[in-house]
């Protein structure tokens, strides 16, 4: 399995705002990813962060909203930009480890 | 349609019930299903990881999948209060060594009541 920790764990921001969220892993893996998961949904795949490239972002997600930093094979951080209430999710970091995907805690955020 | 598709309940059983959760799919293209349980707050918890089609049991609980029906199924015998969670199907393309972005369904909320 692998171990992952989130920071923070729930926040709460005014709308316009932004939010760093904080993903580490208890040891190096290629390929971390960012799901949300908005109320009553399926978990839906943000996108995907290699370390040293770019993340590649899945279809409706860009990276002027959803900016990724990557800077070593044991952590990334999500941000969430220009916060609306429609941004109300929980927010999971996630990684693949010999073929099996594990997930964090996740972050719970609330927009006002 | 969406890919996926998972009744998302909610489903209420007896301690000691038999439990079926069940997704249907659409692509024929997904090879690997996983079932995840996530607890109230808490991330999703990789419970059956298989690939193609037939059974695969792990303790009290048993996978199914049936790919020219584009069903899967999860069992579970002899629940517990403890098994009260929400269960997550997720399928993907590829898996194994190489990585397969998950395709997930919506979720069953399952309480088991002593």
């Known amino acids: 399995s692998a171990v992952i920790s989130q920071k923070p764990s729930r926040d709460i921001c005014q709308r316009g705002t932004s939010l760093t969220i904080q993903c580490q892993v208890d040891?190096?893996?290629?390929?971390m990813f960012w799901y949300r998961q908005q109320p009553g949904q399926s978990l839906t795949l943000i996108a995907t962060?290699?370390?040293?490239?770019?993340?590649?972002?899945e279809s409706g997600f860009v990276i002027d909203k959803f900016p990724i930093s990557r800077p070593n094979l044991t952590f990334s951080t999500l941000t969430v930009s220009n916060m609306s209430p429609e941004d109300s999710s929980i927010y999971l970091c996630?990684?693949?480890?010999?073929?099996?995907?594990?997930f964090g805690p996740g972050t719970r955020l609330t927009v006002t | 349609q969406k890919e996926v598709e998972q009744d998302p309940g909610p489903l209420s059983v007896p301690e000691g019930a038999i439990v079926s959760l069940n997704c249907t799919y659409s692509?024929?293209?997904?090879?690997?299903f996983m079932w995840y349980r996530q607890y109230s707050r808490k991330g999703p918890e990789l419970l059956m990881y298989t690939y193609s089609s037939g059974n695969k049991e792990d303790g009290r609980f048993t996978a199914q999948v049936d790919k020219s029906s584009k069903y899967i199924s999860l069992f579970i015998r002899d629940s517990q209060p403890s098994d009260s969670a929400t269960y997550l199907c997720?399928?993907?393309?590829?898996?194994?060594?190489?990585?397969?972005?998950?395709?997930f369904g919506q979720g069953t909320i399952l309480t088991v009541h002593p």
């Open positions: 692509n024929s293209a997904f090879q690997y």
């Open positions: 997720a399928m993907s393309e590829a898996g194994g060594t190489s990585y397969g972005k998950l395709t």
């Open positions: 040891s190096q893996v290629t390929m």
């Open positions: 962060a290699n370390q040293g490239s770019e993340a590649t972002y």
């Open positions: 996630s990684v693949q480890r010999l073929g099996e995907q594990y």
